[in-house]
T-cell receptor
């Protein structure tokens, strides 16, 4: 069974639209961490955010915001007023107890057109 | 500064060649990682080094040989690769000893093509 599910394979929007990327996770641990990474066409994985399981506060960073809900095991990512530079593959990842082995979702490709 | 550097950026090699990928970080991180990423797939963990010691080997074929000469440097030696080994190879590092609480910072990757 997938531990991290990103059901949206590809999303296309026009610049300035808001877009939400979904992430649903599965774990039996009470302590865990969730991450979002961005991978532009150049290939580098860029760290965006880390959230631990005890902190359900939503986070906003500029045009980016994250909604963590333990009740639904979801950690969704919203980009407000999208821009062409937001075009990338976005990965949600889970880190559970033990060594730091990230379990990645399959990724969502976001295409923002002008 | 969260920079991880990787060289070369691109590498083309034949199946009989021996080559090496290099990864460097100067953030004082104590854990370093190698990942393999095929097109349209998420990264797959290959190796983890913690305090310069190999702590995780995800059953990677012996034609891939990692080396951690010091805390800032991580190499991946390649020998007798197959065309299916063509992929983006990503290096990452994290501050702690490779615990699940760590944030991993990734380098730009090496795009490897095996002919």
């Amino acid at each position: 069974a997938q531990k991290v599910t990103q059901a949206q394979t590809e999303i296309s929007v026009v610049e300035k639209e808001d877009v939400t990327l979904d992430c649903v996770y599965e774990t039996r641990d009470t302590t865990y961490y969730l991450f979002w990474y961005k991978q532009p066409p150049s290939g580098e994985l860029v760290f965006l955010i880390r959230r631990n399981s005890f902190d359900e506060q939503n986070e906003i960073s500029g045009r980016y915001s994250w909604n963590f809900q333990k009740s639904t095991s979801s950690f969704n990512f919203t980009i407000t007023a999208s821009q062409v530079v937001d075009s990338a593959v976005y990965f949600c990842a889970l880190s559970e107890g033990g060594y730091s082995t990230l379990t990645f979702g399959k990724g969502t490709m976001l295409l923002v057109s002008p | 500064d969260t920079e991880v550097t990787q060289t070369p950026k691109h590498l083309v090699m034949g199946m009989t060649n021996k080559k090496s990928l290099k990864c460097e970080q100067h953030m004082g991180h104590r854990a370093m990682y190698w990942y393999k990423q095929k097109a349209k797939k998420p990264p797959e963990l290959m190796f983890v080094y913690s305090y310069e010691k190999l702590s995780i080997n995800e059953s990677v074929p012996s034609r891939f040989s990692p080396e951690c000469p010091n805390s800032s440097l991580l190499n991946l030696h390649l020998h007798a690769l197959q065309p299916e080994d063509s992929a983006l190879y990503l290096c990452a590092s994290s501050q702690g000893a490779g615990r699940y609480t760590d944030t991993q910072y990734f380098g730009p990757g090496t795009r490897l093509t095996v002919l």
